[in-house]
Every structure is written in C-alpha cells, then in structure tokens.
C-alpha cells in the first residue's frame, strides 16, 4: 500500500502579487496567501502529517492550516523548494525580456534547459522525487499533506506524462501516490472554490 501525499502550492506571496519571479528568494505571504491558506485548511481532510517546502511562504501555509486542523508540528523539508530561477530572481516577465531578449520564451518552449544561473529541469525532478521518498518512508502507507509551489507541481505532471498542464493556482494541487521507487499522479485538486475569488494563479514561480 503506497503513501498518499497531497502535494499543493502555498498561498499567495507578496511577490506573486508583483508578478515577480521568485525561485529560491523568500517573499513572505501576502494577507490574501493568509487568508487563502486559512479557507483551505476547510477542505483538508484527516491526514497524519503536515510537511512543507523550508521557503517562508510555503512553510507559514503549512502551519496556518496545521493550526487550524490540529495536525503538526509541520517538517520543512528543502528538497520540495521551487526551481532556483538563477538571475530572473525578484524580476517581472518584462524585466526578463529586457534584459534578456527572447529567453522567457526560449525556456518555456524547450529551447533553454533552465533560467540563467538556474536549475535545470532533470535536477528538480530527482530532488523533489528524493523529498517525496522521504516523506513516503516516514509516513509509510499514510495520508499527508505537502505544500509546495506551482513550478514543483507542473515539471512533476509533466515528467509524468501530462500535456501542457496549466498554472497551479494557490492552494491547488495533485495527490501523488507513492510506492518504493514508484511514483503515481493524479489530477488537480483545488483547495479553494473559484467562486470566492481568492484563487489566484501568476505565472511567475
């Protein structure tokens, strides 16, 4: 019997507001990514463990919803961070053009292997497939949530074998099953009703 591990992204950030690209850099959440991690926690089921990626806004997310459902403490685990997006860091997608004419699209088409300075996409897979592992082999045969970010979530439904799959809304998400070295995803799961307005999905990491 495999883990089961809802794998979602943070609320909001100050930086996703901006419309900056945030990789590695720490923005905190914004009051909106408060609010949305707040209103999710009411649809998180019975689950054993709450864990997070160690960036602020994916980690305070985990422990606004780990208050509110009282399952914790959260583990912050730094192999579930977003993609180091090198020097677009702390950029808007026009900045990117400016200085580097050309590039965004490169890289989102294939052209490019990873931002400037940044990760490449073969090594975001093996890390981030590591921290699942990690957290399988801890919780074996449990349910868990981890939050994490939009840019971890698309690269691992593309790696296995979704087409163009869209931008990961805050608090959305897939659940993942995982079992020894095997790792199955499912589809998107939304914590938030778009109905309320409070799901939001930048295209900036």
Known sequence: MSTRILLIRHGESEWNAAGRWQGWADAPLSDL?????????????????????????????????????GVGPV????????????????????????????????????????????????VIIERVTAGLQQIAAEWPHGEVLAVSHGGVIRLL???????????????GGVFVDVDGATTKIGERVLLLEASTGHVTAPTNL
């Not at 439904?157 to 805050?170: F, T, Y």
């Open 33 to 69: 990514g408060r609010q949305q991690a707040l209103e999710a926690a009411a649809a998180v089921g019975a689950v054993d463990a709450i864990v997070a990626s160690d960036l602020s806004r994916a980690a305070d997310t985990a422990r606004i919803i780990s208050e509110a459902v």
């Open 75 to 122: 583990l912050t685990i730094d192999a579930l961070r977003e993609r180091d997006v090198g020097e677009w860091s702390g950029l808007t997608r026009t900045e990117i053009e400016a200085q580097w004419p050309g590039t965004y699209e490169a890289w989102r088409t294939g052209g490019m292997p990873s931002p400037p300075g940044g990760e490449a996409n073969d």
């Open 157 to 171: 439904e593309r790696h296995h074998g979704v087409e163009s799959p869209p931008a990961c809304p805050n608090l």
